[in-house]
């Protein structure tokens, strides 16, 4: 290619039109804009592309794995040594090199699967273009678009109503939970969600310049959350470990050379292997390939992972908090039968003509009002003019329509409508109830000469105009594999509160018939009208009926303030602020947009029986994380309080980082990457830190007590360095291996040929390749040393466990004793 072409090419990647040259047009809502019109918006960069916040791409990947501060610190340990001709002490760079291509091809394997289910789950958007209806990519829509908004979706785009009412719900964006009508000529935020409704809007603002994106912008400038748990405490681990190993490794160096004597090849190998040993190289890489590989079996399980930690918080759930319909039940529904009330006024067939033009009149903004439609579409109406249309709300719990000579209708939760005078249809009501069974009530309401009580002008439902009709029926049918996933939830410990928007009763029975643990104690919501009554009720109750939106986020509010890890399913625009709030929100991909989009966890079959599969592997993940972590920490902490003491003590660091990259490899390298992989569906408890100090505490004492023992033995009886190191060495790995038996339990055939084999290959390795690893053959006196600390080793380890456990059980007591004084 010659100059002349690059420059055409250029060229042409810049754009021929402007923003602000092109002409802003009020564009038609049944034609939409015309494939030209199009053309010119996207050719100006007027097209919906988001702010990008997905995967990163494959070069970013490769470079972040080589570009890290430690890998800094390993080049330029390792030019250090290449200057003295250490060659052989290189052999550390075999692990760091094989830790960055597993690390970055796992990673890049994590991405094209994610990047495949993020294709599949892609947000679409309903368009009206060239005077037709078509989906797209929400990415496609430009600027003038006319878009069609309905029940459960997300706002895509900063857009203007010009026909429809809808409901709206503006607290992703506003904070705001309250449901705001939206008529033409109304705003729409990006962010905000329809609650019920349908509408056509013409697109204002898209991509940077929507409202959704400039709040993104502005909270990149604001500092990031930590992670919780596990990924906080390695982050400020490796922070720590960052911040002062430099210094440690500079005093280290120039101590062993000014005060003690040593060559620069002796200090620079002494100092090397203190600084590998202090350095968590493999433990940060360990825990995301770990997690990268979670969301690769996950991806497998057909579920979409949003966000990383929601892998620890999954391990630790103790309370799942469910929907009753698309969770428990199917989602869909189908309608039993129709009661009458009035049978003087209305019979059956008047009643589902009335039905019949009350669910045409509605929009299929939920599960209920499809099954209406779908029962009573074939029913001959009379074709009723409909005047005014109320769509279901959540905190109302009812729909309205009036008619131009009919008068209005209502339709819902008959605790809603008729208020006080609920006492008088109570048994009819409750009868069907306790079946299970999905009760409506459709009412007469004609109270529109009084605005006070006109709904349809803003007003409150007044009950005493309300003239009942008929009871609608209907019925939700339980899921086959519903027993079993509540089943394993009970022998997991995880307790199941059951959180429904429909009647306490109805609910109460239909997670009795699932099984769910509990059942029997269920509350209506709708008496709780505090903040104090929910948190109660939530923590002694474990099914809610007549819940609102606002109400399920209270409760999972008030379980994580107990001191529970909750996690949320979730299917409706009603559940997505208490999906917003948990500590792991799942959603069903059959559900709304709002509810995926706010999820760290898409179930893309929307099948709640995967919940166990998915949860186990959360637990899987986070404990073998656990204790792989522990053969890491113990190489850590020896290596720091050794380095520490070198620092004021003329004695040199005991191994070179050849030796220490024998006992890395065989004790902690190659098992930690094997036991990450292994079963393991024990709930998750305590703080990450603390439980793996606490695993790897007792190996490293008894590290440091052997390896400063078998150095004093060396000084008092002036054993040559050289022996001293080959005992330390031995020792330093036969820990290990007692640690590494201790990690492996529970034992099954793979794990005692793990252990089996990592203990034969540093045997073989010290016989074998002793002169590789500045080895030497053991005096008479070195190997009676020798003998008498390994004799040592197990005991030391059981005394430092068995002190730890006493002290833990100590302090247990103690703030127990300090709480009940504080309760009294």
């Known amino acids: 290619m010659n100059k002349t072409e690059i420059v055409k090419n250029k060229s042409r990647k810049k754009p021929n039109v402007l923003p602000e040259e092109v002409e802003r047009i009020e564009t038609s809502q049944d034609f939409g804009l015309t494939d030209e019109q199009v053309a010119v918006r996207v050719e100006a960069g007027m097209s919906n592309k988001t702010i990008k916040t997905g995967t990163k791409s494959i070069p970013m990947i490769i470079l972040g794995n080589l570009l890290t501060y430690y890998n800094l610190l390993f080049a330029i340990i390792a030019a250090a040594l290449i200057i003295e001709r250490s060659f052989n002490n290189l052999t550390f760079l075999v692990v760091i090199i094989a830790n960055i291509i597993i690390g970055t091809v796992q990673e890049i394997n994590s991405k094209l699967t994610l990047d495949k289910l993020n294709l599949v789950t892609a947000p679409q958007a309903s368009v ?114 960052g911040i002062i190993i430099i210094p440690f490794g500079v005093i280290m160096f120039l101590n062993q050379t000014q005060h003690m004597g040593l060559d620069s090849k002796q200090a620079v190998e002494s100092t090397a292997a203190a600084m590998i040993g202090m350095i968590p190289e493999g433990l940060y890489l360990l825990t995301s390939v770990a997690l990268a590989a979670s969301v690769m079996r996950l991806a497998k399980k057909r579920t979409l992972v949003h966000d990383l930690k929601c892998i620890e918080a999954l391990a630790r759930v103790d309370v799942l908090c469910v929907d009753k319909t698309g969770t428990i039940t199917e989602d869909k529904m189908e309608v039993k039968e129709v009661v009458p009330l009035d049978k003087e006024k209305y019979d059956t067939t008047m009643i589902e003509k009335i039905i019949a033009d009350f669910t045409s009149a509605m929009n299929s903004d939920n599960a209920t009002m499809t099954s209406l439609k779908e029962r009573f579409e074939g029913t001959e109406g009379q074709r009723r003019i409909p005047l005014s249309v109320i769509g279901f709300s959540s905190s109302t719990k009812y729909s309205a329509v009036s008619f131009s000579q009919a008068g209005g209708f209502v339709l819902g939760a008959p605790e809603f409508i008729l208020k006080n005078y609920y006492q008088n249809w109570m048994q009819v009501i409750e009868s069907r109830s306790s079946r299970g069974e999905r009760v409506l009530l459709l009412a007469g309401y004609n109270a529109e000469y009084l605005s006070q009580a006109d709904i349809f002008n803003g007003g ?69 009208d505090t903040y104090e009554k929910a948190s109660k009720a939530i923590l002694e109750y474990n099914v809610f009926g007549r819940v609102t939106p606002d109400q399920k986020r209270q409760f999972v ?199 089996g084999s990592m203990g034969g290959l540093f045997v073989l390795s010290l016989f074998l390749m002793h002169d590789f690893f500045e080895l030497c053959p053991l005096s008479l006196g070195s190997v009676l040393v020798a003998i008498v600390f390994l004799l040592l080793i197990y005991p030391a380890i059981n005394v430092v466990t068995r002190s730890l456990d006493f002290i833990n059980k100590l302090v247990k007591k103690i703030i127990a004793k300090v709480k009940e004084k504080t309760d009294e």
Not at 149 to 162: E, K, N, T, W
Not at 711 to 738: C, E, K, M
């Open 128 to 241: 009206v273009r060239n005077g037709a209806e078509s989906i797209i990519n929400s990415e496609d829509i430009v600027v003038d678009d006319i878009v069609i908004f309905s029940s459960g979706q997300q706002i895509y785009a900063d857009a203007v109503v010009v026909f429809g009412d809808v409901q709206v719900n503006e607290s992703l964006v506003t904070g705001e939970s309250d449901e705001i009508a939206k008529h033409a000529g109304d705003q729409l935020l990006s962010g905000s969600f329809i609650i019920s409704g349908k509408c056509r809007a013409r697109v204002e603002r898209v991509g940077k310049d929507s409202f959704a994106s400039k709040l993104s912008l502005d909270a990149k400038k604001i500092k990031k959350k930590q992670h919780p748990g596990m990924m906080r405490s390695l982050t400020l681990l490796v922070k720590i470990i």
């Open 557 to 755: 509010r008030a379980l994580k303030k107990a001191g529970h890890t909750v996690a949320m399913t979730g299917d409706g625009v009603n559940d997505v602020l208490a999906l917003k709030d948990s500590d792991c929100s799942v959603a069903m991909a059959s559900g709304s947009d709002a509810a995926c989009n706010v999820s760290d966890l898409v179930l893309l079959d929307s099948n709640f029986s995967a919940m166990p599969a998915v949860v186990s592997e959360g637990r899987r993940v986070i404990n073998n994380i656990e204790r792989s972590a522990a053969l890491f920490l113990v190489k850590n902490i020896f290596s720091f309080v050794m380095a520490f003491a070198a620092i004021f003590i003329p004695f040199a660091y005991p191994f070179t980082p050849s030796q220490l990259s024998l006992v890395n490899m065989m004790m902690i390298g190659i098992p930690s990457f094997f036991l990450a992989l292994a079963p393991n569906k024990n709930k998750v408890t305590g703080k990450f830190l603390t439980n793996v100090i606490y695993r790897a505490f007792p190996a490293a004492l008894t590290d440091i007590f052997v390896v400063t023992g078998v150095l004093l033995f060396g000084f008092a009886f002036d054993i040559p360095y050289a022996q001293t190191s080959t005992v330390a060495v031995v020792l330093f790995g036969i820990v290990g291996w007692v640690l590494l038996y201790r990690v492996c339990k529970p034992f099954c055939w793979w794990k005692w040929i793990l252990w």
């Open 460 to 528: 409150t439902l007044d009950p005493a105009f309300v003239k009942p009709i008929a009871l609608v029926t209907l019925l939700n049918r339980i899921r086959p594999e519903a027993r079993a996933t509540f089943d394993y939830f009970a022998k997991q410990g995880v307790t199941v509160k059951v959180i429904s928007g429909d009647n306490p009763l109805t609910v109460s029975e239909t997670a009795r018939q699932a099984g769910v643990l509990g059942a029997e104690k269920y509350i209506d919501a709708s008496k709780l």
